[in-house]
């Protein structure tokens, strides 16, 4: 005999999958019965009404995946040499005339660029996270020993393996340790900072930028495709607001640090909810992008 629990669970469900396919529907039939009205189908309300930035490009992907055309779908994911040839194909499918809508085509080009190249940036980033810091690898000791020179410059590193690391912020006789979590990203960030904080605050930026959060960010000051540079600009000012807001908190010892942490993670992504936020605004793309 089925218990009540696992009825009042199942018919829970059953009610959350219902509302799931009504709401569905009902919002194709709104889309239809708005395309009849405005003759204009959504993506084109979209880049009629909505300003550049975040809110257009977020708003033009969540209308592309959630597309019951195939096309669309995949439109997100699409090579950015072929993003040209499937904005055609989209105006195609949607019987919208290039010549007489000759702007829905830029607009959506800007949008694809962005949206393509995000999720290319996390493959990158993903990458050199993945790929673990290599003792033995010439190229990563050489990466590692110009961090050195370019913190200290007027102090010789004695060995390899020293307690002189520790003086920026390493952990230990071994900087090598220190990079499991975020591997050679870590590292190339380092260039741009301290240690162990550095590495830190590469967790949190890899984290807000595979989770979604950054897309208002870079889709704000990225005219096209946002860029590992443009991970990285993110990363400095991570660094610089997290040294302020460290000053602010006046923690009693580095014991409290990842209350610190968590409390400017908290703050960051509060702020990157707003559609029109960009991070570090002196990064932000030129002005062409207000005519797109």
């Known amino acids: 005999m089925v218990n009540t629990g696992t009825m009042k669970h199942f018919l829970r469900m059953l009610i959350q999958v ?3 396919f009504y709401c569905k529907f009902l919002w194709r039939c709104l889309k239809f019965v708005m395309r009849k009205l405005t003759g204009r189908c959504e993506l084109q309300r979209i880049c009629y009404n909505t300003k550049p930035g975040a809110s257009r490009t977020m708003k033009i992907e969540t209308s592309l995946r959630d597309s019951k055309s195939k096309l669309l779908q995949t439109s997100v994911s699409v090579h950015p040499d072929a993003i040209e040839k499937t904005i055609d194909d989209i105006m195609e499918l ?3 005339n290039p010549d007489i809508n000759p702007q829905l085509g830029i607009s959506l080009q800007a949008c694809l660029l962005q949206i393509v190249g995000y999720r290319n940036l996390i493959a990158e980033v993903e990458k050199l996270r993945r790929e673990p810091y290599d003792s033995d690898n010439p190229q990563h000791e050489e990466m590692l020993l110009k961090l050195w020179k370019f913190l200290k410059p007027n102090t010789p590193l004695e060995s ?3 307690k002189q690391w520790c003086e920026i912020g390493f952990q230990g006789d071994d900087p090598k340790t220190d990079f499991r979590g975020m591997g050679l990203l870590g590292l190339y960030n380092l260039q741009y900072s301290f240690a162990i904080v550095g590495i830190n605050i ?3 930026a890899y984290n807000l930028l ?3 959060a950054l897309k208002t960010h870079f889709y704000n000051i990225a005219p096209e495709a946002p860029t590992l540079s443009h991970f990285q600009q993110t990363f400095c000012y991570l660094m610089h607001e997290f ?5 602010e908190e006046d923690p009693m010892d580095i014991m409290e640090f990842n209350r610190v ?3 400017f993670r908290k703050r960051i992504v509060k702020q990157l909810q707003n559609p029109d936020m960009a991070l570090c605004p002196h990064f932000a793309a030129s002005e062409g992008l ?3």
């Open 160 to 162: 390899r393996i020293s």
């Open 202 to 204: 590469t967790d949190l």
């Open 94 to 96: 949607k019987k919208i």
């Open 261 to 263: 942490r968590e409390k």
């Open 18 to 20: 219902c509302l799931y």
């Open 243 to 247: 040294h302020k807001f460290w000053i």
């Open 210 to 212: 595979v989770t979604g």
């Open 290 to 292: 207000i005519n797109m």
